[in-house]
């Protein structure tokens, strides 16, 4: 059984801060990648960031410079911490884990950035 959860999200004004955060738990031998995807209303879901259990990230550009990616291994814990939030940046974010035993995703958490 595997678990995913999801933590941090919710309504920020331009220019704030947030912190989601992302356990995973459960019948894992390994984990390769976790990270964040996003979808915007009206919008494909995207790739935010990722991060391997080595510690290569990978952001997309709109994001680069303002958000960052980090990973305790240890506790199979995956953090995103947002800074300098857009009104574009709002979206539900979804949590993302590769593992041996397969791929998953969390249910996600709301991100509203507005004023």
């Known amino acids: 059984q595997v678990q995913i959860v999801e933590s941090g999200g919710g309504l920020v004004q331009p220019g704030g801060s947030l912190r989601l955060s992302c356990a995973a738990s459960?019948?894992?031998?390994?984990?390769?990648?976790m990270g964040w995807y996003r979808q915007a209303p009206g919008k494909q879901r995207e790739l935010v960031a990722t991060?391997?259990?080595?510690?290569?990230?990978n952001y997309a550009d709109s994001v680069k410079g303002r958000f960052t990616i980090s990973r305790d291994n240890a506790k199979n814990t995956v953090y995103l911490q947002m800074n300098s939030l857009k009104p574009e940046d709002t979206a539900v974010y979804y949590c993302?884990?590769?593992?041996?035993?397969?791929?998953?995703w969390g249910q996600g958490t709301q991100v509203t950035v507005s004023s």
């Open positions: 993302y884990v590769r593992g041996d035993r397969g791929d998953y």
């Open positions: 459960g019948s894992f031998f390994s984990i390769y990648v």
């Open positions: 991060i391997t259990s080595g510690g290569t990230t």
